[in-house]
């Protein structure tokens, strides 16, 4: 009988998007420069999906090679690109990248289409290990920490969003979602006073509270993952 | 200096001007003086609620567009002499505002010596909410017991944390929650969030509860501040509300249901 040696799976990772408002090379290759020397750790190695929506039809006039070129050259590891116009699609798989489905064509029983997060708002100077926050995490707010953990001192509301490479605290009620270890770190946990969340993940494995015994709803928990399930217990 | 205060709500129709009209004839009516500025551009109707649609000539976007000063474009209330409105344009769009120009009129007001500004938002999170609330000191969250408004109540005060000049400073607004259109019966009957719901899920001071009351509606239509109806239950509500904001400590009231007495239980009421 054969060895299996690997799993196939499909699941959800947070990755970053770079959204392309240009198709002039230069002006790319100078503003990842900059990027870069404003927050290289944070870029280090990171997996990045280039989006091509906001270029349309202009998609065709990207140099693909060049562009993967330069993000490597700043660190980016160049995972695919997404909503290009089809017209460009072929010389864009010569130059090796691999193309992705826009996310909303995706079926409902497949995992959420990755996170965006927005370059803009996240430039640490170094590599921050802990993000401590003293007022609620409000409805619409999304909270990233990509390298380390965050302590909640008050509750987070419906609709709300933290993202953590690391575990979560919460020292309040926890209604938003919560993602910690999305980096892949299978040791984080998240832990919070009284779970209400909507959503769970600990390094891509999520689950939606619907699906979760009621008894523990409400409870003070600990979320982990065990093998590739995601734990709750009460604390 | 003047204290900027934005009415504003996320959702629609929960009473942001209703409350902006009361709050500032109330600061007025104390002998404040205050300026009251509906920044619902394209869709105007502070002017209506406070009697003044009829003495409309300049309004805020002349203003910005430097067509008109703000002496031109602001209107005195009828009942009181400290009490200004700055009515929206009904024509132009909202993109006829500028943060430069709202900035501007502002310190204009305030050069002007008035004590307090209110900013009546237009409902949604789009540039007229953003820039009712940008440079305030501090909002008043209005709220009704029903689970959409608290949602989007919670929202704003997630923008209110972030996008203003305060924020930008990293100094903050003060917050005060005022729930309105409050009917106790229904919230013992389980139709309505009762006020500790409420208060559980935004945790945010609450400054005051105005009930449900027919007069509301009464007042906007003929164009007076339901404040001015000392009789209303909801005019004394708003009355105890512009008492606390002033920092006066004042028991919220109209939080039971009313029990019919025995004279009313005997002959009907």
Redesign the interface.
């Known amino acids: 009988m054969k060895k299996q040696v690997f799993d196939l799976k499909g699941e959800m990772s947070l990755l970053t998007v770079l959204v392309l408002h240009s198709t002039d090379r230069h002006a790319i290759s100078a503003s990842l420069e900059e990027k870069q020397q404003q927050a290289s750790q944070f870029l280090a190695r990171s997996p990045i999906i280039i989006d091509c929506q906001l270029l349309g039809e202009s998609g065709l006039e990207l140099n693909f090679a060049e562009l993967k070129m330069s993000l490597g050259k700043v660190g980016f590891v160049p995972v695919g690109l997404r909503n290009l116009v089809e017209a460009a699609e072929p010389s864009a798989i010569e130059a090796g990248w691999a193309l992705l489905r826009p996310s909303k064509q995706q079926v409902s029983q497949n995992p959420p289409p990755p996170t965006e997060v927005n370059l803009e708002l996240e430039q640490p100077s170094s590599v921050q290990r802990l993000l401590v926050l003293d007022r609620p995490v409000r409805s619409g707010q999304q909270v990233y920490c990509p390298h380390g953990d965050i302590v909640v001192l008050q509750h987070t509301s419906a609709g709300s969003e933290l993202l953590a490479g690391g575990s979560v605290h919460v020292y309040g009620a926890l209604r938003g979602r919560v993602l910690a270890g999305v980096q892949g770190d299978t040791q984080a946990r998240i832990f919070c006073e009284r779970l209400e969340a909507e959503l769970i993940a600990i390094a891509g494995r999520y689950r939606l509270l619907d699906d979760i015994e009621s008894n523990l709803k409400g409870q003070a928990v600990m979320i982990y993952l065990d093998q590739e399930k995601l734990k709750i217990v009460p604390i | 200096m003047s204290r900027i205060v934005v009415v504003t709500s996320g959702k629609g129709g929960v009473g942001k001007t209703t409350t902006s009209a009361a709050f500032a004839t109330g600061l007025a009516l104390k002998g404040y003086k205050t300026a009251v500025i509906d920044f619902d551009v394209g869709l105007r109707n502070l002017d209506l609620i406070m009697g003044c649609e009829r003495r409309v000539v300049y309004d805020f976007i002349n203003v910005i567009s430097g067509e008109a000063n703000i002496k031109q474009a602001l209107i005195k209330d009828k009942r009181s002499d400290n009490l200004f409105i700055l009515p929206a344009s009904q024509t132009r769009d909202k993109d006829a505002l500028t943060q430069e120009g709202v900035e501007q009129v502002l310190k204009d007001l305030t050069d002007d010596g008035f004590d307090f500004i209110i900013c009546d938002s237009p409902a949604g999170i789009e540039r007229g909410a953003a820039l009712a609330m940008h440079f305030a000191d501090d909002a008043v969250i209005v709220t009704n017991p029903e689970v959409s408004s608290v949602?989007?109540s919670?929202?704003i005060?997630?923008?209110l944390?972030?996008r203003t000049r305060k924020a930008e400073r990293g100094e903050?607004i003060r917050e005060h929650l005022l729930i309105t259109r409050y009917s106790p019966a229904r919230v013992a009957s389980g139709d309505m969030l009762a006020m500790e719901d409420i208060l559980e899920?935004l945790?945010v001071p609450l400054i005051g509860v105005i009930p449900e009351s027919g007069s509301v509606l009464q007042a906007s239509n003929s164009g007076v501040p339901v404040i001015i109806d000392k009789e209303s239950t909801a005019g004394q509500a708003y009355d105890d509300f512009v008492r606390r904001f002033l920092g006066e400590t004042v028991p919220h009231r109209f939080l039971e249901v009313e029990k019919k007495g025995l004279f009313k239980r005997l002959f009907g009421g």
């Open positions: 949602r989007d919670d929202r005060l997630g923008l944390q972030s903050s899920i945790a």
